[in-house]
């Protein structure tokens, strides 16, 4: 009886550590999290000289499909916890209505200076920005997997990178070097 009631503490302590958000370190720069695709529920950029990173107290990412579009949020501190930051892309795909369609997402890059394409920032909760993206400015989700526990369909692990070029103020800015790696079922909503 114990042997099964630890195993049972087991399941429910992996299957609750499957939200947090797991920082490993990249090789290169350490203040980046390494590019991963396990569902590590992390995210990092550099954003001119500062970091904007997950956190484990903030949910990292939420995705809205509504009327076309799709709005994927990355949510996180920037420059070491000074500052919240909410960085959103929002762009056309299909219908979405259940986390699983995030699958479509598989090997798909976006062209941010697309007209379709809109870049949103908000710093503080200081309201909405939109960023004009400029050339070579991307969203690519690298791949898109279906993750099964025991069996049963999980989540959906989305793990991509970004780059974007705008101007704020008239004065060239950049977010760079950027890479995601999330887990999403719960954090996906359909709003049709």
Known sequence: MKKYLFLLLLFVSCSDDLDD???????TDPLLPAYTEWGYNSFGAKYEREYFLSVNWTVPCKIIYTEGLLHFSLIGDL???ERKMTLTFSFPVSKMTVYQDLLALNNTTIDLTNASCEVKINKDHAGENVLTALEGSYLTFRRAQLLRVDEVENRVILSGTFNIKFFVNGRPESITSGRFDMGINKDFYSHN
């Open 21 to 27: 958000t797991v920082f490993v370190p990249d090789p």
């Open 79 to 81: 420059g070491y916890g």
